[in-house]
């Protein structure tokens, strides 16, 4: 199982990123996936949720209206738009794939290595 998360950075309060994580080593289209976070000297952060089709989401109460979870199946890709973004969304981002074949468990113990999002007031 490989996840590379991209496409964080730095970026202003209000402002927008879009995050991708590349995965492969395992039928991406087999697995619900994750985003989780995880501030410095916190602990992780489960952010939001997409089932292997992509007709199921969730959000955590902190990002939803502002964040959106997406895949592409035939690129093996997951997404997450984030908008309005806030000083409180500063953590390192990691992309998690389910334990569960086919199947949500909840349990994600693969994930990435993350990427990193400061968000500056």
């Known amino acids: 199982v490989k996840l590379v998360e991209s496409g964080g950075g730095l970026v202003q309060s209000g402002g927008s990123l879009r995050l991708s994580c590349a995965a492969s080593?395992?039928?991406?289209?087999?697995?619900?996936m994750y985003w989780v976070r995880q501030a410095p000297g916190k602990g992780l952060e489960w952010v939001s949720r997409?089932?292997?089709?992509?007709?199921?989401?969730a959000y955590g109460d902190s990002v939803k209206g502002r964040f959106t979870i997406s895949r592409d199946n035939a690129k093996n890709t997951l997404y997450l738009q984030m908008n309005d973004l806030k000083p409180e969304d500063t953590a390192r981002y990691y992309c998690?794939?389910?334990?569960?074949?086919?199947?949500?468990?909840?349990?994600?113990?693969?994930r990435g290595q993350g990427t990193q999002v400061t968000v500056s007031s």
């Open positions: 998690a794939r389910d334990d569960r074949l086919a199947g949500y468990s909840g349990i994600y113990s693969a």
């Open positions: 080593g395992f039928t991406f289209s087999d697995y619900w």
């Open positions: 997409i089932s292997t089709g992509g007709a199921i989401t």
